[in-house]
C-alpha cells in the first residue's frame, strides 16, 4: 500500500494546501532563476565520462574569463563538486535569502550533498519509508534539486551549472524542475560502451525540445607527461561517431590528461595551473561556444 500521493493524484479542484505549496515551490524557483543569465545542464548518461571534472573545470574558464558562474552539484549520491573545487569542508551559512554557498577555485559559488553530509565518508541514506521506495526517492531527490536551485542565495549569475549525475531519469527531473533548460552539454568519450547510454539522453534531450544540445568529447587523446605527445587512448571514435549519426556538433574535444585528475580532484581545476596547455584551449573553447550561442528564450518572444 502506497502512503502518499503524487502530485497528479491531488484533486486540483479544491483549495488544498498541497498544491498551494507546490506552486509556492515553483514561483520561488523561476524567481530565483530569474537572476540567471543561463542555466546549463552538464550531463551524459553515463557515469565516469567526466561530467564533474568538466564541469569543475569549465565554470573555472567561464570565471577566469570573468563570467559570473555557480555550480549545482545534482549528483547527490556520488557528490564531487566541493572537492573539485576546494570547499568540501566549508560550512554553509544560513541567511534570510537562502543558504550562502561557499565560493572554491576562481571564486566560484557551489552546492553539494558534501557540504551537507557532515562526515566525509559517510554515504548519504535516506531514510525511506518502507514501502514504495522508488518513488519516495525520486520525490526526495526532486525535492533535494529543487533546494540546491531555489533555496540558494545565488545572486545574480551569468551561468549556472548543473552537473547531472547518469542515468537519464536524472535528466528528466532536471527538466522538470527547469522545463526552459536553455543549454545542455552531453558529455562522452570515444569509447564504444558510452555510445549507446549518450544516444538515449541526446534523445530525451531532443524530445524535451532543450533547444542547444551539444557535445564534449573527453578523453580523446592521452596527453603522455614524459614525451608531451598526444597518443590515441580508445581504439576508432564513438565521439564522432555520434555526432555524424545524432547531428549534434561537439564543441570541444578534451584530452587525457593526468594531471587534469590529480590537480582537479584535489581541488585544482586543471586549467586554473596551466592556463596555456591543450586542456586549457580545450576548455577556452568550450566556454567560446558557450558564450557564442544566442540562446532563446520562447516566452519572450513576441507571437506573430
Ligand atoms: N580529460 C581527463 N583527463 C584526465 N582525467 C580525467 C579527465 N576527465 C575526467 N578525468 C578524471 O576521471 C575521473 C572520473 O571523472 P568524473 O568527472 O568524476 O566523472 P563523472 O562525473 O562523469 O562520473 C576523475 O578522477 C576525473 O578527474
Ligand atoms: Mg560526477
Given at each position: ?41 552538464v550531463a551524459s548518461g553515463k557515469g565516469g565520462v567526466g561530467k564533474s571534472a ?194 549534434i556538433p561537439i564543441w570541444a574535444s578534451v584530452p587525457f590528461d593526468p594531471r ?45
Amino acid at each position: 500500500m502506497r502512503r502518499f500521493r503524487t502530485y497528479n493524484e491531488v484533486d486540483h479542484s479544491t483549495e488544498s494546501e498541497l498544491l498551494e505549496q507546490v506552486l509556492e515551490q515553483r514561483s520561488k524557483l523561476a524567481h530565483r532563476l530569474e537572476a540567471v543569465g543561463t542555466v546549463v545542464a552538464v550531463a551524459s548518461g553515463k557515469g565516469g565520462v567526466g561530467k564533474s571534472a568538466v564541469t569543475a573545470n569549465l565554470a573555472a574558464t567561464l570565471a577566469q574569463k570573468g563570467h559570473r558562474v555557480g555550480v549545482v552539484d545534482a549528483d547527490l549520491n556520488g557528490p564531487s563538486l566541493a572537492q573539485m573545487l576546494g570547499v568540501r569542508n566549508a560550512s554553509l551559512v544560513d541567511q534570510e535569502d537562502g543558504v550562502v554557498p561557499p565560493r572554491g577555485a576562481a571564486g566560484i559559488p557551489v552546492i553539494s550533498m558534501e557540504l551537507l553530509q557532515g562526515a566525509q565518508d559517510t554515504p548519504l541514506r535516506w531514510r525511506d519509508p518502507g514501502a514504495d521506495t522508488f518513488i519516495w526517492q525520486s520525490t526526495m531527490e526532486t525535492t533535494a534539486l529543487r533546494e540546491f536551485l531555489s533555496d540558494v542565495a545565488w545572486g545574480e549569475l551569468d551561468y549556472l551549472l548543473v552537473d547531472v549525475p547518469p542515468g537519464t531519469d536524472k535528466i528528466a527531473r532536471l527538466l522538470e524542475l527547469v522545463p526552459g533548460l536553455p543549454v545542455a552539454l552531453v558529455v562522452t568519450t570515444p569509447s564504444d560502451m558510452s555510445r549507446s547510454v549518450v544516444a538515449r539522453s541526446l534523445r530525451m534531450l531532443a524530445e524535451a525540445e532543450v533547444p542547444v544540445v551539444a557535445l564534449v568529447a573527453n578523453m580523446t587523446e592521452y596527453h603522455c607527461p614524459g614525451c608531451g605527445e598526444l597518443h590515441p587512448l580508445f581504439p576508432g571514435d564513438g565521439a564522432q561517431e555520434l555526432a555524424r549519426t545524432s547531428q549534434i556538433p561537439i564543441w570541444a574535444s578534451v584530452p587525457f590528461d593526468p594531471r587534469l585528475a590529480r590537480e582537479t580532484d584535489s581541488g585544482r581545476p586543471w586549467v586554473l595551473e596551466e592556463p596555456e596547455g591543450q586542456v586549457a584551449g580545450a576548455f577556452l573553447e568550450l566556454a567560446r561556444q558557450l558564450a557564442a550561442t544566442h540562446i532563446v528564450d520562447p516566452s519572450s518572444q513576441e507571437a506573430p
